[in-house]
C-alpha cells in the first residue's frame, strides 16, 4: 500500500504531536482559569422527583456520619502520632468504601441517585440520572471545586506549583474528609429546597396520615400502609392534601 509519510518520518511526527501537547495542555492546566464551579439552576424537580430527593437526603446524612465517624477515630491515632496523617489513597480508598456501604445502606429501593467527581484539574464531573439530581451533585462537587482553586491559587502564589501537582497533597486527611462533609452538607438546602418547590408544582399530591397530624405520605398507598387507624372515625383516614393550594382535595384513603 502507498504511502504519503513513509515510516521513518512517521514516529518523530508522532512524537513531536504528543511532546507539543503535553506541553499545550500542562500551560493550560497550570496557567489557565476557566471555571470549575458550574452554577446550579433551582426549581427544576417536580412532584416525580420527590422520592429520589428524600433518598438522597438519607444518603447525605448517613454519609455525613460515616466521615463524622472516620475524623474522630483519626483524630484519636493522629494525637497518639502527634502529627496530622496527610492525605493519601490508602486512607482514602478505605474510608470511600465504608462511605459507599453507608449510602447502600441508606438507599431506598426504586429511587434513583448519581455520582459525582472533582479532578486535580479542579474541574467537576457529575453523573444523574435526573436534572434534578444533577443539581444536588454538581452542589456538592461545586464545594470541591472551590477547595481545590483556593489551594492551586495558594501554592501558586507559594511557587509551588506545577501540572503535576495534585491539590489534595496539601491536605491532610481530617482536611480532606471534613471537605466531603461539606459538599455533603451543602446538598441539604438544596435538597429541601426542591422538595418543598416540587410539592407545590400543580397536581402534587400529598396524603396526610390523620387530618391535621401534619404526617405526610407521597402516595395514598404509603399513607394508608403507615397509618394507624383503631377508630374508623372520618379523622383517621388519610386525607388527600395539595400542597401548592395549601387545601384538602376531600378525597380520604
Ligand atoms: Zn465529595
Not at 496557567?31 to 458550574?38: A, D, I, L, M, S
Not at 452542589?139 to 492551586?152: G, L, S, Y
Request: glycine share 8%; aromatic share 10%.
Amino acid at each position: 500500500m502507498r504511502s504519503y509519510i513513509n515510516e521513518d518520518g512517521l514516529i518523530p511526527l508522532l512524537i513531536t504531536i504528543a511532546v507539543l501537547a503535553l506541553i499545550i495542555g500542562g500551560l493550560y492546566y497550570m496557567y489557565g482559569n476557566q471555571k470549575q464551579v458550574v452554577p446550579v439552576q433551582s426549581g427544576q424537580c417536580t412532584c416525580k422527583d420527590i422520592p429520589d430527593l428524600k433518598n438522597r437526603l438519607n444518603e447525605v446524612n448517613a454519609a455525613i456520619a460515616e466521615y463524622q465517624d472516620a475524623i474522630g477515630t483519626q483524630q484519636a491515632h493522629d494525637a497518639k502520632a502527634g502529627s496530622p496523617t496527610m492525605y493519601n489513597e490508602d486512607d482514602y480508598n478505605e474510608e470511600r468504601g465504608n462511605v459507599q456501604n453507608a449510602i447502600i445502606a441508606a438507599h431506598t429501593k426504586g429511587t434513583r441517585s448519581g455520582s459525582g467527581d472533582t479532578g486535580t484539574d479542579c474541574g467537576t464531573t457529575v453523573t444523574a440520572a435526573t436534572p434534578c439530581l444533577q443539581g444536588s451533585f454538581q452542589t456538592h462537587e461545586n464545594v470541591h471545586a472551590a477547595t481545590c482553586q483556593r489551594i492551586k491559587d495558594q501554592l501558586k502564589s507559594e511557587g509551588k506549583f506545577s501540572w503535576t501537582t495534585n491539590y489534595k497533597d496539601s491536605m491532610t486527611m481530617i482536611d480532606y474528609w471534613n471537605d466531603e462533609i461539606a459538599g455533603y452538607r451543602a446538598e441539604i438546602p438544596y435538597l429541601n429546597q426542591e422538595i418543598a418547590h416540587a410539592k407545590s408544582t400543580p397536581g402534587c399530591l400529598q396524603y396526610e396520615c390523620k387530618k391535621g397530624s401534619g404526617k405526610f405520605f407521597d402516595t395514598a398507598t404509603a399513607c394508608t400502609a403507615n397509618c394507624v387507624r383503631k377508630l374508623a372515625t372520618l379523622d383517621n383516614w388519610c386525607w388527600e392534601y395539595n400542597p401548592g393550594a395549601g387545601t384538602y382535595t376531600g378525597q380520604k384513603y
